[in-house]
């Protein structure tokens, strides 16, 4: 009688492969972050879609804002979904989840022929983004060898900016073509990170960390040997093990309930410190930089509307701001913002060089100064410049818009997502990491829609 040989788990990957696939999948997740984020700004200044969508003219500029921020909203409400049911349900459970809600809104948004079927696109895609987002990194964290994890998280923002980039060059190129194919591609297209996420992630290994609070400890047990490429009974798998073990005993013990941070706390751990901290990094790196430019007497599409700061108004206005208050043509304004994304890229590659040198603080402090000093020159410029001013300083506003980006992605893009999961104490990494993510979409909401 012939035994059958068992298959390997994970198609026979171990080791630092595995950990690059695990890499890869949450890679993909992030660069579809990033490409949302950009792919609105392309459709927002397509004539096609206003017309359709009924959102000519100035008196449809509060509608456009609040379709364009829903999306942030679903994406904060996801955020609460995923550590709501993030923890019952495993890490690539929840991104599968998540992804699969993605999809249906990403159906209803490229096959759009009414606001209000735009207006529930956005709201269903930024829910499934929001669960995505906050599972990733911690699938990531936790599958991956200490020494990587700074990196990797750094690694996997400079992706979102990759997808920020590839989809200003797809904006830019479809604008030649006109019409529906314009805007409607561009969104169908988020189904090539969709279809790779739906290829990988059911067939890699869960967090083992999840699977051991779970009471699941001897898959837990080949999981960490398979991501070491070790045995199982290898000196170093069992006591990665323990050492998962001991932490989540110590949670248990050390519960704290969310009504106990406004206690006083014997301990002196501080843990209401230690999160408003984490998700006080989240919440400056949406409102830095803060300037409120009224865009008067510009293009119908955009006129009226408030900037009042972060790196989402830039990221999804950038293209009508420089049509409306620079005064560029709208496929100059389009390559533009694309070219700027790869210089946004470039630095984004730097700070993942530096971060383990300068530190956390040291990065958020240079990019802060750079953000606030680019800031400063654009709101002058274009103070003096805008439509029927200056030209030349309109003109020169377009080198500071730049100089924000780059500063911003030097060191306010990853260190944010970084810091909550190593600030707050062991007892308190998940809510803490709950709250600067909440914080985060929540912020990016407010600002967009105000």
């Not at 993605?102 to 606001?115: E, P, V």
């Not at 499934?128 to 911690?138: E, K, R």
Request: one cysteine or more.
């Amino acid at each position: 009688m012939v035994t059958a040989v068992a298959k390997p788990p994970y198609f026979g990957l171990k080791g630092k492969w595995l950990t690059y696939w695990i890499t890869f999948a949450c890679s993909v997740d992030m660069l579809m972050f990033g490409y949302d984020q950009a792919v609105f700004s392309g459709v927002i200044v397509t004539d096609d879609f206003l017309e359709l969508h009924d959102l000519v003219g100035p008196e449809k500029t509060r509608m456009l804002s609040t379709i364009t921020a829903i999306y942030d909203i679903g994406c904060f409400a996801g955020a609460i979904l995923a550590f709501t049911i993030g923890e019952s349900l495993g890490r690539t459970k929840s991104i599968l989840i998540g992804t699969t809600i993605m999809s249906i809104g990403a159906i209803l948004m490229a096959s759009s022929y009414s606001l209000a079927q735009m207006f529930v696109g956005r709201i269903v895609l930024g829910i499934g983004n929001g669960v995505n987002t906050a599972t990733a990194p911690i699938w990531q964290t936790e599958t991956a060898p200490a020494h990587w994890r700074g990196k990797l998280v750094m690694f996997e923002m400079m992706m979102n900016i990759v997808g920020f980039s590839l989809c200003n060059w797809i904006n830019f190129g479809l604008s030649y073509a006109g019409g529906a194919v314009a805007w409607r591609f561009p969104l169908a297209f988020q189904f090539v990170f969709i279809i790779a996420l739906f290829a990988t992630v059911p067939w890699l290994p869960e967090s083992p960390r999840w699977l051991m609070s779970h009471g699941r400890e001897e898959e837990a047990t080949q999981i960490l040997a398979c991501l070491e490429a070790k045995p199982e009974d290898d000196a170093f798998v069992i006591s990665q093990k323990e050492e998962i073990r001991f932490s989540i005993d110590y949670e248990r013990e050390h519960h704290i309930r969310w009504r106990d941070l406004l206690r006083p706390d014997p301990g002196a751990t501080k843990p209401l410190r230690r999160i408003i901290l984490g998700a006080g990094t989240q919440f400056m790196q949406q409102f830095e930089g803060k300037m409120n430019l009224v865009l008067e007497g510009m293009a119908p599409s955009v006129s009226d509307i408030s900037l009042h700061a972060g790196i989402n108004i830039m990221s999804y206005y950038m293209p009508a701001v420089l049509i409306s208050a620079v005064g560029l043509s709208n496929e100059l304004a389009r390559l533009l913002t694309a070219v700027n994304s790869l210089t946004y890229l470039i630095f984004s590659c730097v700070s993942v060089t530096l971060v383990e040198r300068w530190g956390r603080r040291g990065l958020m402090l240079l990019s802060t100064a750079g953000q606030g000093l680019a800031f400063l020159v654009i709101t002058t410029l274009l103070r003096y410049g805008g439509p029927g001013g200056n030209r030349r300083a309109s003109e020169g506003s377009i080198v500071f818009f730049f100089l924000y980006f780059m500063a911003f992605g030097l060191g306010m893009l990853g260190v944010p997502w970084l810091y909550p999961t190593e600030i707050n104490s062991i007892a308190m990494r998940t809510k803490g990491a709950a709250v600067a993510t909440a914080t985060n979409w929540y912020s990016k909401s407010l600002i967009v829609l105000f």
